[in-house]
């Protein structure tokens, strides 16, 4: 598909955006589960349920209730891995995160999205981060002209480059129904040993059940092995780990994966923004092993505010750890 159509698919829709100030809009092509090549495109957006019972206004949490228009292509892909997305903007770290565990290849940029307020993408930590997540992630990043129908590389990656990670996100294949959903977050609870996990029951391309599971983790392209010292630096607003439930969504579009929405677990209670993705993927029901644990007391609000207004359903399932001796 053509970089300046898909670019210009993205610019046409920019304007329906429903944020007053910040209007954004992004397009993603790829191939889908079955090879067939699909896009999407997306603006910045409240999901409804979020703008209807909460507002525009109210933070949940410490999120604001918009999904980026980056991720919001990435929660509606078929299929993310491989994928390019084209942006009218200049993108913030998190959706350079969440783009690094869906697999995106490169990034297409609007070149008028660099004349706008340079304040505001200082302030998004555009050159300082995003680029770096890209950087090491091994996405490559272009400034795309529609005019002119030219494309400036801003990064290129190797196509031989593959993101070292010490700990990726596991596709297992498990029992179908409540019960394969069940062994799975035991065993689950047994391989993370402590350490707070998402995972889902999902169905793979082939139709086959799988679960995809996943722990806190780097952004692919950082281990905490070789680069303890930058992941130990957290800005105010950005952090470059990825959180559980956040790269559970990431990596089953990367990898096309149905998940069944009726199953999704989390070990603790998940972030303010994990909860908001959450509800732009159309989760309505989270079953969490405890409640009352979480990275910081944010999420536990977000979860209260989204419990309240009926917005998603929160359940205990008794989390089974291996007692160590
Ligand atoms: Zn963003």
């Not at 703008?51 to 509606?76: M, Q, Y």
């Not at 079953?287 to 007391?297: A, K, M, Y």
Request: aromatic content about 8%; some cysteine.
């Amino acid at each position: 598909m053509d970089p300046y159509q898909l670019m210009q698919s993205a610019v046409d829709i920019v304007n329906d955006s429903a944020h007053p100030v910040n209007k954004i809009a992004a397009a993603l092509a790829g191939d889908g589960p079955s090879g067939h090549p699909f896009s999407v495109a997306y603006t910045n957006y409240w999901p409804l349920p979020i703008l209807k019972r909460i507002g525009p206004d109210r933070r949940i949490g410490n999120a604001s209730g918009t999904i980026h228009a980056e991720t919001a292509c990435i929660l509606n892909a078929p299929k993310s891995g491989g994928a390019r997305v084209f942006i009218t903007d200049p993108f913030c770290p998190n959706c350079a995160k969440n783009m690094a565990e869906a697999g995106i290849r490169a990034i297409y940029i609007d070149h008028k999205g660099f004349d706008k307020d340079f304040s505001r993408r200082r302030n998004e930590h555009f050159e300082d981060m995003s680029m770096y997540i890209c950087e090491v992630a091994g996405i490559s990043v272009y400034e795309i002209r529609r005019k002119e129908r030219s494309i400036t590389p801003i990064l290129e990656i190797s196509p031989d480059y593959t993101p070292p990670e010490d700990n990726p996100a596991q596709i297992l294949s498990c029992s179908a129904g409540k019960r394969g959903f069940h062994e799975a977050i035991a065993d689950a609870h047994a391989f993370y040993e402590g350490t707070p996990f998402a995972l889902a029951a999902a169905h793979d391309p082939d139709g086959a059940p799988v679960v995809i599971r996943a722990s806190t983790h780097p952004v692919p392209g950082l281990t905490r092995e070789t680069d303890s010292a930058l992941l130990e630096k957290t800005g105010e607003k950005y952090s470059y780990y990825l959180e559980p439930l956040n790269r559970v969504m990431m990596r089953s579009r990367r990898h096309g994966l149905a998940v069944n929405p009726q199953f999704v677990y989390s070990s603790r209670m998940p972030t303010s923004r994990e909860q908001v993705n959450a509800v732009g993927a159309g989760l309505t029901r989270l079953q969490i092993g405890n409640p009352n644990d979480c990275r910081d007391t944010h999420g536990i609000a977000a979860a209260h505010s989204l419990a309240e207004k009926g917005i998603i359903t929160y359940r205990t399932l008794s989390p089974r750890p291996k007692n160590k001796p």
